[in-house]
């Protein structure tokens, strides 16, 4: 799963939930907790409410009065109703359990292309303190939200991301090719993809690679081809989506002279 934070240092409640329920989005569920009211003006006043018991210690201007918070699933799961708000509420506990917040969740709409959940929460909980978050802990909610679906909803192997070293890379990624942008990476796995398919051998897939005008990278260790080098950065097959076991059964090929063509 994907997680974005937002934050508004506005009480912009009702303009909150007026856009996760347009009239043009499909929905599957709303879900809530801590909030009280079945209408928009019950939620909004019910936000401002709680708003208004902040503790006077945190009550400065650019506090966050508001969190918008989404999560999205990879649409090759198929993820259903009961995991997204499972796997929702359980982001919410581990985040705060005595917060205000509001689930809608969507099916893909023009602005996300796959299923997820819009989660409007309040500044403070019901207590009355600010429910601030530094990157570190952000970085710990998202991996503690991970594991559970890995635990609780394993069959969704699609939507796992391996938060960690390279999560905020990945993440980036993904949101300019919700732009529509064109990744180099995507290019270059495209182009590999399309070597091993010709491939008989590792040495036929190598020397396809450097057909097509791409710098292979040597680990500096035994020598080996573990990537290529393009725009003065290293990347792993593994990365550009070719697999250690397609590797490993290259390897295992008899060696065949093949002409691969140049350009990617």
């Excluded at 303009?15 to 003006?41: H, T, W």
Aim: aromatic content about 10%.
């Amino acid at each position: 799963m994907i997680i974005k934070f937002f934050t508004r240092q506005s009480r912009s409640y009702r303009q909150a939930i007026n856009y996760v329920k347009r009239e043009q989005v499909n929905f599957r569920f709303i879900d809530k907790k801590n909030l009280p009211g079945d209408s928009v003006d019950g939620w909004v006043q019910a936000f401002q409410m709680n708003e208004d018991q902040r503790h006077k210690k945190s009550r400065r201007k650019d506090a966050v009065r508001l969190r918008h918070i989404v999560i999205s699933w990879n649409g090759q799961d198929n993820v259903s109703n009961e995991a997204m708000r499972d796997m929702s509420r359980q982001f919410m506990n581990l985040y705060n359990k005595d917060s205000l917040y509001l689930i809608v969740a969507h099916n893909p709409d023009e602005v996300h292309p796959n299923p997820h959940c819009h989660i409007i929460c309040s500044g403070t909980d019901i207590w009355g303190k600010a429910l601030d978050l530094n990157n570190s802990e952000f970085t710990q909610l998202k991996q503690k939200t991970e594991q559970y679906q890995r635990d609780h909803w394993p069959q969704y192997t699609h939507s796992r991301v391996e938060h960690g070293k390279g999560t905020r890379s990945r993440e980036r990624e993904y949101w300019l090719r919700k732009r529509g942008q064109v990744l180099h990476k995507d290019t270059l796995s495209q182009t590999l993809e399309r070597i091993l398919r010709q491939s008989g051998s590792f040495t036929d897939f190598v020397k396809g690679i450097e057909q097509t005008g791409l710098a292979l990278w040597q680990d500096q260790r035994n020598g080996k081809v573990v990537g290529i080098t393009f725009n003065g950065r290293n990347h792993r097959f593994r990365t550009l989506g070719i697999s250690r076991e397609q590797l490993r059964q290259l390897e295992r090929s008899p060696i065949r002279e093949r002409s691969f063509g140049r350009g990617l």
